[in-house]
T-cell receptor, first 113, second 113 residues
């Protein structure tokens, strides 16, 4: 049973481009969480999704950021018109049920140049 | 709003020493508490998960305790080794979702040979 898979591991984008980060949860997990770790800061919750539904997006910036978890395929975190301040490590976690242990992926390190 | 604080921010010890990492949280209405390890540039490895009804969990040289009423947890590492050098993160799961985590800033541990 493979762990949580995130790709790409590293992503470089120029200011104004779009960044798409993918997360494939562990097999049998239908709950996905995205977190962001800014340089020299702790991990901050962004969004919690269940298949085809956004459950909690209270940590996600209101503009330029969106997330989805379709019925088929990975969860996608999309950042439009990236700015330098978006440079961070983005981690995805998944769990089989709402209140169980969450397992983390290796993260995607986004660099905006 | 839940806030998680970890003390100390950094710790350097000689090999073989027993040590304690501290975590405190402001809202005692938590569902669970997890301790993670993060190596530089890498993802998060879950070390121990304590449900809110539990007092402690043990895994090998690691022991984590939870005092929910006082909003505190400690991670005890016995007979530390250079391979234990990493950042240790404490995270609490909220009442609305145990898998949606609020993280502390971490304790950066260095174990010197």
């Amino acid at each position: 049973n493979a762990g949580v898979m995130q790709n790409p591991r590293h992503l470089v984008r120029r200011r104004g481009q779009e960044a798409r980060l993918r997360c494939s949860p562990m097999k049998g997990h239908s709950h996905v969480y995205w977190y962001r770790q800014l340089p020299e800061e702790g991990l901050k919750f962004m969004v919690y999704l269940q298949k085809e539904n956004i459950i909690d997006e209270s940590g996600m910036p209101k503009e330029r950021f969106s997330a989805e978890f379709p019925k088929e395929g990975p969860s996608i975190l999309r950042i439009q018109q990236v700015v330098r301040g978006d440079s961070a490590a983005y981690f995805c976690a998944s769990s089989p049920f709402r209140d169980t242990e969450a397992f983390f992926g290796q993260g995607t390190r986004l660099t905006v140049v | 709003k839940q806030e998680v604080t970890q003390i100390p921010a950094a710790l350097s010890v000689p090999e073989g020493e027993n040590l304690v990492l501290n975590c405190s949280f402001t809202d005692s209405a938590i569902y669970n508490l997890q301790w993670f390890r993060q190596d530089p540039g890498k993802g998060l490895t879950s070390l121990l998960l304590i449900q809110s009804s539990q007092r402690e969990q043990t895994s090998g040289r690691l022991n984590a305790s939870l005092d929910k009423s006082s909003g505190r947890s400690t991670l005890y590492i016995a007979a530390s080794q250079p391979g234990d050098s990493a950042t240790y993160l404490c995270a609490v799961g909220g009442e609305t979702s145990g898998s949606r985590l609020t993280f502390g800033e971490g304790t950066q541990l260095t174990v010197n040979p």
